[in-house]
């Protein structure tokens, strides 16, 4: 039996629990669920995903055998505990997640509608309201913004009630989700080993994606079975390049230890390679936001030909290049340089920054645009520095 699709896999879970005390929860399901490890929880079951075809999948028989094990869940709803949220600690995951949801909603109304305590500065949020949250934050909100959100692939809000003085939620439940977490806990360790020479290390470092799924190896593994890349596709066109290219056969040259490439990062604007590049950077690179920061980005993105011979660097980076010199304009007599949420490129090439100040945090946001020209004079600027930096072996400023 082929594997089947996350998305037919929620729909499964869905059918064999429906109308059961503990039903299960769509879960969005993607390669970044399986970055810490090999498994998504669902219920108190690890359940493993594989790549199949370039797709994430999961196995059928898993799946039923996980509905139909919350199905049969022995649970008494008049059987209550205390949650202890408000205790929540980094090793009781579900807890923190919840408390996390609890706290954003009571800041988004403290920012949104004030505080509703006396006194004239906002509250800590840490005092509990009548309804169980912090300042004037309400249950309600809390389920329309995070109601669909799911916990080991279950529904945690519809079975939490408040005493008065405490959240309570069915033993049953708070059992299974502490299994989940000891479960969750064992297979991030289980994931922090170098799947050849077993050495224990940081998941975030040595575990990458590959064509089979995600692959942990330490520093000394990725070096022995990849070598560095030495620049023999600058120049080439990304579309020129045959399939069997390999690029896992390459070190990561943005990844400050060895690591194991798995795509030829190239620029989108001109075609030309930049290099081997392994997913985490990939994904950086095409995100766009801080990554000239990174060390090493600047020369990475004039490997292109098209950008060094432009004086330019792909637009997403651009309003990083422009916040380093241009200045934005305060909010009102406040000394502090206001904060950029986010700049975006127009279609006309200017830059739009949306701004707020941490001075005044119940302020709105406002906008500054800096014109198209402007932008181009400040990005080739910052273009010739790098490449002058470069020629004489330095780090681009």
Not at 24 to 50: C, E, K, M, N, W
Not at 91 to 119: K, L, P, T, V
Request: with cysteine; proline share 8%; aromatic share 8%.
């Amino acid at each position: 039996m082929p594997p089947i699709s996350p998305q037919y896999a929620n729909q499964l879970l869905a059918e064999l629990t429906e109308g059961c005390p503990v039903p299960a929860a769509p879960a969005s399901l993607s390669r970044y669920t399986f970055q810490q490890s090999d498994y998504v929880l669902i219920g108190d079951t690890a359940v493993r995903g594989h790549k199949y075809r370039g797709r994430w999948r999961l196995e059928e028989k898993d799946i039923r055998a996980c509905g139909k094990r919350l199905a049969s869940l022995p649970f008494d709803p008049e059987d209550l505990v205390d949650a202890r949220l408000s205790s929540a600690g980094r090793d009781q995951m579900w807890r923190a997640q919840i408390h996390r949801w609890f706290d954003n909603i009571s800041y988004r109304d403290q920012r949104a509608n004030g505080c509703h305590c006396e006194g004239q500065r906002p509250c800590g949020r840490s005092r509990p309201n009548s309804h169980g949250l912090g300042c004037g934050a309400t249950f309600k909100q809390v389920k329309e913004r995070y109601g669909r959100s799911p916990i080991a692939c279950t529904s945690p809000l519809p079975l939490l009630t408040w005493s008065g003085t405490a959240w309570m939620v069915p033993r049953a439940y708070a059992d299974l989700l502490d299994r989940a977490d000891q479960i969750a806990a064992e297979c991030v360790e289980q994931a922090t080993r170098c799947s050849r020479c077993n050495a224990a290390g940081n998941v975030w470092k040595w575990r990458t994606s590959s064509n089979s799924g995600y692959t942990t190896l330490c520093p000394a593994c990725s070096a022995s079975i990849a070598r560095p890349y030495t620049g023999h596709l600058r120049g080439r066109l990304y579309a020129s390049l045959l399939k069997n290219s390999q690029p896992e056969a390459f070190l990561c040259r943005m990844c400050p230890r060895p690591r194991q490439a798995l795509y030829w990062d190239h620029c989108h604007a001109h075609g030309f390679v930049r290099g081997p590049v392994c997913a985490s950077c990939n994904t950086y690179e095409g995100g766009g936001h801080r990554f000239i920061h990174h060390p090493g980005a600047v020369s990475h993105l004039l490997q292109c030909e098209g950008c060094r011979r432009d004086r330019t660097v792909p637009p997403r980076h651009q309003p990083d290049i422009v916040l380093q010199t241009f200045t934005v304009d305060p909010h009102g007599p406040c000394a502090k340089r206001p904060y950029s949420a986010w700049g975006s490129v127009q279609e006309d090439g200017s830059v739009r920054f949306r701004l707020r100040c941490w001075q005044c945090p119940f302020t709105p946001q406002w906008e500054q645009v800096v014109s198209a020209v402007q932008v181009r004079q400040l990005v080739r600027e910052f273009v010739d520095r790098a490449l002058d930096a470069d020629a004489v072996g330095q780090e681009p400023a």
